[in-house]
């Protein structure tokens, strides 16, 4: 099975930016989408942003849109979030999932992210905001 794991977490002040990494011990293409799940303490898991691995198209959530970018290294089978303007609501634990639901995309993958099992998750990265 493959593994992920993150790394890029920390603390920073609200305005910040962070880049999130997540390196797959597999292919990244074996995918069909791989996405930034987070979790907040008393909050329910929101999927964060999203790429398709068949053409990179990609999703955001609207709580990060204009602030969040989802990427991917092929070559190098890792998959980043870049995050700027951080606020103190998005601290949280993020944790990098993959689905390989075959027909999921990055639309479908973060959109149930709240409810689905997606079989391959890291082991998560803390990102504190501090105001």
């Known amino acids: 099975q493959v593994q992920l794991v993150e790394s890029g977490g920390g603390l920073v002040q609200a305005g910040g930016s962070l880049r999130l990494s997540c390196a797959a011990s597999?292919?990244?293409?074996?995918?069909?989408?791989i996405g930034w799940i987070r979790q907040a303490p008393g909050k329910e898991r929101e999927g964060v942003s999203c790429i398709s691995m068949s053409d990179g198209s990609t999703y955001e959530a609207d709580s990060v849109k204009g602030r969040f970018i989802i990427s991917r290294d092929i070559a190098k089978n890792t998959v980043y979030l870049q995050m700027n303007s951080l606020k103190p609501e998005d601290t949280a634990v993020y944790y990098c999932?993959?689905?390989?639901?075959?027909?999921?995309?990055?639309?479908?993958?973060?959109?149930?992210?709240?409810?689905?099992?997606?079989?391959?998750w890291g082991q998560g990265t803390q990102v504190t905001v501090s105001s």
């Open positions: 999932a993959a689905d390989r639901l075959y027909y999921s995309t990055a639309h479908t993958m973060c959109v149930t992210a709240d409810r689905r099992d997606f079989g391959s």
């Open positions: 597999g292919f990244i293409l074996d995918f069909a989408a």
